[in-house]
Structures are given as structure tokens and as C-alpha cells.
T-cell receptor, first 109, second 117 residues
Framework: SQQGEEDPQALSIQEGENATMNCSYKTSINNLQWYRQNSGRGLVHLILIRSNEREKHSGRLRVTLDTSKKSSSLLITASRAADTASYFCATDAGGKLIFGQGTELSVKP | GAVVSQHPSWVICKSGTSVKIECRSLDFQATTMFWYRQFPKQSLMLMATSNEGSKATYEQGVEKDKFLINHASLTLSTLTVTSAHPEDSSFYIC?????????????FGPGTRLTVT
């Protein structure tokens, strides 16, 4: 079953710009995680934010979590062509991860 | 960091045959492993959760007699697609949770691309 919805489904930006992706979910969660997937490849874990946290940073990544709205956002600052990938949010509610639909990010040099 | 491997990385089989995919945790003990399926341009769909030494728990709509999961040891889980059909062609990804550390993070394998002709 799919828990999360992400928007936009696709995002195209120029190198150096910021990219923001949003994720909404339906049920209570223990934590929310963001992953990156290059075309046809495995997943790379980016960041985990717990349900009692509101914001978390990791390098050029900034994640926010609003449990009252059941939503999260991932901000990538100063994007690079190498950031081109699909990005997925995944909610952990009871031990298993349920993935959102994903956002396909294209960063043009 | 924790590493999960999958074998094979890709496989082509004929319709009606069975295919086994292995998922191994290389440097930790995985008490729980998960199997996902991903169709082109789509998200990962959880198929089943397997705990070492017990039967797998399948998600709604996943045929347990078609997708056989065995988690016989703390470092190995296998997914067997029985009587494969072209519609089973997909990217199968496993993940493993480190049971000894009590961590929340799942470590993902690189995936196995199955093509059924």
C-alpha cells in the first residue's frame, strides 16, 4: 500500500538553484526518511527525521516535518547536475517503510 | 557502513520458470528483511516482511504462493518467483534492518532486474 504522496512528480531546475520536494502521508509515524535513486539503481539513504523533530540538516539537505499536517519537505540547496535522480520519502510506522510516489529531479548544467 | 548485497543483479528467464533472488547482509545480522518491487517510473511497493526463522508476512494483494520468501539465517533471505510471467518483470529490491543495534534504519540492496520473456 502507498502511504505518501509527493509533489511535484517532476521538477526541472538549473544548476545552482534550490529544489524543494514535498511529501504528505496519512497515518501516524515513528520517523520519516528520504532516499535518492539514480535511474535503474538502488536506493541511497539521505536523511531520517524522527516524529518529535521539526527540522534536520545534512550538508546541502534540509528536511522539515510537520506532524500536524502530516507532511515533510526536502530542500536541496545549490543543486548540482549530479543531484539528478528520483527522490522518495518513506514513512516508518510500525517497523516497515512505506514509500511515496517520488519526485523526479532534473538539474541542468 | 552496513552493506546489503543482492544476487543476481539481473536475470532473464522464460515464462513458466522459477527464479531465485538472494539478499545478504554482509557485515551485520539482519533479523528482519523486506522485499520490494518497483515497476518502471514507479515507486517501491512493499511485498513482504521476513523475520529470521519464521514465515514471511505478505502485504495485501501479494500472492504468497507465487513469491516464496525464505529467511533461513540472520544474513540471508531469498525470494523465489515461481512460474514467472512477463508481468512479473520488475526491479526487485531487498532491505535489511540491523537487529542487534536496535536501529531504525533499513539498508537497501542494489536491486535485481528480472525480465521474463
Amino acid at each position: 500500500s502507498q502511504q505518501g504522496e509527493e509533489d511535484p512528480q517532476a521538477l526541472s531546475i538549473q544548476e545552482g538553484e534550490n529544489a524543494t520536494m514535498n511529501c504528505s502521508y496519512k497515518t501516524s509515524i515513528n520517523n520519516l526518511q528520504w532516499y535518492r535513486q539514480n535511474s535503474g539503481r538502488g536506493l541511497v539513504h539521505l536523511i531520517l527525521i524522527r516524529s518529535n523533530e521539526r527540522e534536520k540538516h545534512s550538508g546541502r539537505l534540509r528536511v522539515t516535518l510537520d506532524t500536524s499536517k502530516k507532511s515533510s519537505s526536502l530542500l536541496i540547496t545549490a543543486s548540482r547536475a549530479a543531484d539528478t535522480a528520483s527522490y522518495f520519502c518513506a514513512t516508518d510506522a510500525g517497523g516497515k517503510l512505506i514509500f511515496g510516489q517520488g519526485t523526479e529531479l532534473s538539474v541542468k548544467p | 557502513g552496513a552493506v546489503v548485497s543482492q544476487h543476481p543483479s539481473w536475470v532473464i528467464c522464460k515464462s513458466g520458470t522459477s527464479v531465485k533472488i538472494e539478499c545478504r547482509s554482509l557485515d551485520f545480522q539482519a533479523t528482519t528483511m523486506f522485499w520490494y518491487r518497483q515497476f518502471p517510473k514507479q515507486s517501491l511497493m512493499l511485498m513482504a516482511t521476513s523475520n529470521e526463522g519464521s514465515k514471511a508476512t505478505y502485504e495485501q494483494g501479494v500472492e504468497k504462493d507465487k513469491f516464496l520468501i525464505n529467511h533461513a539465517s540472520l544474513t540471508l533471505s531469498t525470494l523465489t518467483v515461481t512460474s514467472a510471467h512477463p508481468e512479473d518483470s520488475s526491479f526487485y529490491i531487498c532491505s535489511a534492518r540491523d537487529g542487534t543495534s536496535g536501529g531504525k534504519e533499513q539498508y537497501f540492496g542494489p536491486g535485481t532486474r528480472l525480465t521474463v520473456t
